[in-house]
């Protein structure tokens, strides 16, 4: 899904996705060849896990407050959302952010639009943005943050599983993922962007993702 000051050609026909925060996210067309990037007038492009997640930022007017486009890959991306954050990213020159859960699925989501996945590794020259940056959710936000316990989820097994196979990853010896994964695995909580909202219907937009896009220099 995507929504903010971009118009597509699909076909015949224009879609303006950029209709204000009460209309609705436009899907991204599985058969991507079939789409034309007609204009973009926004400054970045953020990209998050979820749909709910979208649609609550989008209602709060943040695309229209910080000029971004919005995207969703719905959990995990297909080729046609990912080639379409690298097309805006690469030939648009748009700087692209991601944010998903803090946990190792979502960490691997938004590191799927950043440096791909093993099962597309033979695709990932048509997939991949290597200049995007994973501003969150970080495990160390939850506790900077003051996420309310209530919030915060105990890890399964499945989770830790997951995470000790995420670090021994030759593409994942970045410190900054490994000190997060570390941190994961000493407290063994994990916490949904959604969580935020136990702060506030608008603390998600109004306090949490403008702090992340100003130490990006963003806005």
Known sequence: MISGPITLRVGGD??????????????????IRDVEIVNVKADFVMVVEKDT?????????????????????SGEPDRATRIMVKTLNEEWKKPVVIFADADPWGLGIALRYKIGSESLSYDSDRLVSPDAKVLGMMFSDIYEYNIPEVARLDASQEDINRANDMKKKPWLKDKQWQKELNLFLQRREKCELDAFFKHGFRFLAETYLPQKLRTAGLI
Not at 14 to 31: E, K, W
Not at 63 to 68: F, P, R
């Open 14 to 31: 224009i879609i303006d996705c950029n209709l204000g925060s009460r209309a609705t996210s436009q899907l991204i067309p599985t058969n």
């Open 53 to 73: 997640v979208l649609n609550n930022i989008r209602k709060s007017g943040f695309i229209q407050k910080y000029n971004t486009i919005l995207m969703t890959g």
